[in-house]
């Protein structure tokens, strides 16, 4: 399977161009459904049957290559269409296809009756086919390749209600935004590749990883390599100072927000940092500059989700923050912990999203959660799954988040330092709060919507099948990853697995101390009770006694004020750089460079012929003896000078 | 004939020329116009029948005769043009023809 995993990877186009293509007429949602999903299911049996080959081959010969052409060949520069097959890109192309297959499913029922069904599932195929080269690709550029392709399809599912009005203006303004600020990152990652093969003469992973072993380069040009990747990282997955698109990618179905800004595309980063790791383990400070912006991130982000309304923004504000976790793990050199995390993190946030989505079509559209509550005896399957994705979420002991979300704790401590910790642990128990919170103004309290307008209704089986499959994933994902004080030694499979890929990076980490087991479960205990405690607290407040929530809002007005507008981010980066940037555009590039200068000179030079041509024009008088007359004179004056110089 | 200095003969086809050539810058009818072109041709075989006789040359006596072909076929032309604008115009007025300006 190996050698057809390229099939993985051309199924999904063949269903974006039937859908694409002729979607229009095939009308048939069934038909158009079950080509959209079957294709992307097709490339998960083949990514899983790559897997078990893979799982079957002996440690050492588990990096495969999959050459298909050369694409480009220039002077030295030789880029190959080449897929790399291992166990890291094997992980994440099953991330990708699994989760995609039941959300491709899901959407068959969310999507029903739209009049653009084909053109959503045509985008969610180009969108997998996107992905699958990201994550496969053998080089630079066909990773980059994948991660504009992503780009261009997250821009093209956020608009995808185009002419929906969303927030201040459409849905069209938020893809927009998401594009633009992407595009910022991308300048990032595209000048870190630049000098990649500056540094290296060669964009081959293999090649480039090697020689960045072997090869004495100075740090200087390991940290700006890294620094340049980070900077389009922290553009695909939303971290500051490039996170303020992926709330308003909410603005698009929420299936899309489910793969794309929660379980796959915005994991695009974390997945680049952890398969460039040797570069970035090569550059100390970089590796300190992601685990600070990354726990930075965490902290940040949660706290904004404490106090929003909307549920898809909690939640887009959670996916903020759990992506701060996945590099705060990178940052302190836990590279398949972040990897995990984004594994159970797929199955949890996915969960969570297409939950929300089951609620928004149960309630009419409704987003705000203000306005549920009591949802619990209308929707029993879509409570119970939201509610094992919330424990999962929170850390809860035995489901999936807790053992990545403890693996990443733990290193942060064991690599970052005490602080580091503090703050994770802080954020996990913030996590949980909003977590518990969303639930319970949801789920549970008194019914606040209008009986007379709102009927809420479970959704179909079509979609509530994906989230219990989902569900069943987010309580056993986590067992692939137990960690060793409770396995033993090398009983964490999935570290195992990913080991051989962070070798060269692991021997370029610096590890501090010796820390004991006593230390790691004292830890671990704290920060259980500080989940489970937030739990408890947010579900005590939003059922039993609201009073508590409104005080401390009052008490805390200022701060409550600053968390609910998202510390005026969007408004200093308004203020800061949208403003000047139109201005500028308009009154010195648009009024004054194009309007005035080069239109003025063009139009200037038209205008000095026309004055010149009219007072020349009056020589044509059309009076035939006036010509002959002038010619006469021309003779003679020609006679005259002969006869005078001569 | 030796005895007629060659000035004369040239002073004469100069004059005439000038006469043509005023004729056809300041008359408006245009058949006195084409009347003064003959004259100021008339005047260049002037000229070159006198060069043609003092230099014992009979090259400027057969170019003479080219020219007067020229002359004819040029009058025939020239008069039916004439005729052509007049049946256009009813007027052969040079300044009333002016059409080489819109």
Redesign the interface.
Known sequence: MINYIYLAVIFPLIGFLINGLFGRKIKNEIIIGTIGSSTVGLAFIISFGAFLQTLSLPVDQRANTVELFTWLSANGLNIKFAYLVDQLSLTMSLIVTGVGFLIHVYSIGYMHGDKGFWRFFAYLNLFIFAMMNLVLGDNFVVLFLGWEGVGLCSYLLIGFWYDKKFEKGTTADAAKKAFIVNRIGDFGFLLGIFLIYLTFDSLNFNEVFSKAQSLSINETTFSLIALFLFIGATGKSAQIPLYVWLPDAMAGPTPVSALIHAATMVTAGVYMVSRASILFASAPSIMMLIAVIGLLTALFAASIGLVQNDIKKVLAYSTISQLGYMFLAAGVGAFSASIFHVMTHAFFKALLFLGAGSVIHGMHEEQNIQNYGGLKKYMPKTYATFLIAALAISGFPGLSGFFSKDEILWYAYANGGFIFWLIGALTAMLTAFYVFRLFSLTFLGEERFDHHKVHPHESPSVMTIPLIILAVLSVIGGYVGIPEIFSGENGNLFEKWLAPVYEPAEQKIMHYGFHTHFQEILLMTISVILALSAIYFALYVYTKNKNIAENISLRFRKFYNLLLNKYYVDEIYDAAIVKPIVTGSEKVLWKFTDSFIIDGIVNGVAKIIAIISESIRKIQTGIAQLYAFIIVAGIAAVLLWIIFTL | MSSIPIEYYLILSTFMFIVG?IG???RRNAIV?FMCIELMLNSANLALVTFSSYLGNPAGQVFVFFVMTVAAAEAAVGLAIIIAIFRNKMTVN??EI?????
């Open positions: 050539v056809v810058l300041i116009v040079i300044d002016n059409i080489f300006k819109w």
